[in-house]
C-alpha cells in the first residue's frame, strides 16, 4: 500500500513553545489530509480536514489559532502546535486520501507523532 | 452524527482460541468500514477494508463482515496467538472525500 511518513516521531518541548509536525505522502498525491489526535487509552479523535490549497476544516472543539494547519502542495501538510500547554500533550498521527481509478478511495495513516509538553 | 461503538472494551483469551471482536455504528450509510490494529505507542496498521458493496474480506487467519442494514461489523481471529494482543479499532467512512471515524477499540491479550 502507498505510504505516509510523519515527522518528528517524537518532540518535547517546553510550555508556550511552538512545535512543527510534518505529514508526507510519499508515492501518491493528496489533495487531502485529516490530522487526528489520540490521548491515552483513547480512541483517534478528527481534529481537521486539509484541502490542498484552501482552508482547513476544523471540528467542533478544535481551536482553528491554536492547531495551526498548511497543504502547500500535494504531498505535504503540516501541523503547527502554538504556544504549546502540557494539555496538549498528545499522539497525533496524520493520515492521507489516495484516489485510484478515479473514485476509489482509501486513507492511510502516517506512524504518528508524540508530543510531549513540559 | 455518526458514532461508532466496540465491544468488548477488552477481552482476554488463552492462545489458540477463536474470537469475534464486534462493532456497531449509526447511520447505516457509510462509504466503507476498515479494521485497524495498533500496538501500544505505535501507530495504526490496516488489516482489513470492506467497501459499502462488499460482505466480508478475509487476511490469513482474519476474516471481517459487514452488514450495512444493522449497522454491524465483525472481525473474527482464527486460532489466535500472543503476537496477535494490541488494540484492535474499527472505523467508518461516512462519504468518499470525509475521514474515518473511529471506535473507541478493542484491547485484545492473548496468554500463552
Known amino acids: 500500500g502507498a505510504v505516509v511518513s510523519q515527522h518528528p516521531s517524537r518532540v518535547i518541548c517546553k510550555s508556550g513553545t511552538s512545535v512543527k509536525i510534518e505529514c508526507r505522502s510519499l508515492d501518491f498525491q493528496a489533495t487531502t489530509m485529516f490530522w487526528y489526535r489520540q490521548f491515552p487509552k483513547q480512541s483517534l479523535m478528527l481534529m481537521a480536514t486539509s484541502n490542498e490549497g484552501s482552508k482547513a476544516t476544523y471540528e467542533q472543539g478544535v481551536e482553528k489559532d491554536k492547531f495551526l494547519i498548511n497543504h502547500a502542495s500535494l504531498t505535504l501538510s503540516t501541523l503547527t502546535v502554538t504556544s504549546a500547554h502540557p494539555e496538549d500533550s498528545s499522539f497525533y498521527i496524520c493520515s492521507a486520501r489516495e484516489i485510484k481509478s478515479g473514485t476509489q478511495e482509501t486513507q492511510y495513516f502516517g506512524p504518528g507523532t508524540r508530543l510531549l509538553v513540559l | 452524527k455518526q458514532e461508532v461503538t466496540q465491544i468488548p472494551a477488552a477481552l482476554s483469551v488463552p492462545e489458540g482460541e477463536n474470537l469475534v471482536l464486534n462493532c456497531s455504528f449509526t447511520d447505516s450509510a457509510i462509504y466503507n468500514l476498515q479494521w485497524f490494529r495498533q500496538d501500544p505507542g505505535k501507530g495504526l496498521t490496516s488489516l482489513l477494508l470492506i467497501q459499502s458493496s462488499q460482505r466480508e474480506q478475509t487476511s490469513g487467519r482474519l476474516n471481517a463482515s459487514l452488514d450495512k442494514s444493522s449497522g454491524r461489523s465483525t472481525l473474527y481471529i482464527a486460532a489466535s496467538q500472543p503476537g496477535d494482543s494490541a488494540t484492535y479499532l474499527c472505523?467508518?467512512?461516512?462519504?468518499?472525500?470525509?475521514?474515518?471515524?473511529f471506535g473507541k477499540g478493542t484491547t485484545l491479550s492473548v496468554s500463552s
Open positions: 472505523a467508518v467512512k461516512n462519504q468518499a472525500g470525509t475521514a474515518l471515524i
